[in-house]
């Protein structure tokens, strides 16, 4: 099993940064792909951004557009999110996930664990 819980969640202006994290523990973290996705109210959950184990490849959502960057410490079983120029449109619950197994990383039924949550509010 692997447990993940998400923090660096708040209230930004916009234009603003803020850098999520998510921490795991559990089975080995190192050979898992791990994605960050987020859910706005009355919305399904989007894909923002993933990597594979190796961090040899980076995939993110279309409207990422160059402004949010995923990176992972396998040394402190962690990986992050660093949102830039965050815009209204980007507030949601943000949601860290590990997969087990290899496939498309965008799609959220890849993922076998989720963390709770972590809320990002952009004040226009």
């Known amino acids: 099993q692997v447990q993940l819980v998400e923090s660096g969640g708040g209230l930004v202006q916009e234009g603003g940064s803020l850098r999520l994290s998510c921490a795991a523990s559990?089975?080995?973290?190192?050979?898992?792909?791990m994605g960050w996705f987020r859910q706005a109210p009355g919305k399904e959950r989007e894909f923002v951004a993933a990597?594979?184990?190796?961090?040899?490849?980076?995939y993110y959502g279309d409207f990422v557009a160059g402004r949010f960057t995923i990176s992972r410490d396998n040394a402190k079983n962690t990986v992050y999110l660093q949102m830039n120029s965050l815009k209204p449109e980007d507030t949601a619950v943000y949601y860290c996930?590990?997969?087990?197994?290899?496939?498309?990383?965008?799609?959220?039924?890849?993922?076998?664990?989720w963390g709770q949550g972590t809320q990002v509010t952009v004040s226009s």
């Open positions: 990597m594979s184990w190796s961090s040899g490849s980076l």
């Open positions: 559990g089975r080995t973290f190192n050979n898992y792909p």
């Open positions: 996930a590990a997969s087990a197994r290899g496939g498309q990383l965008s799609s959220r039924y890849l993922y076998d664990y």
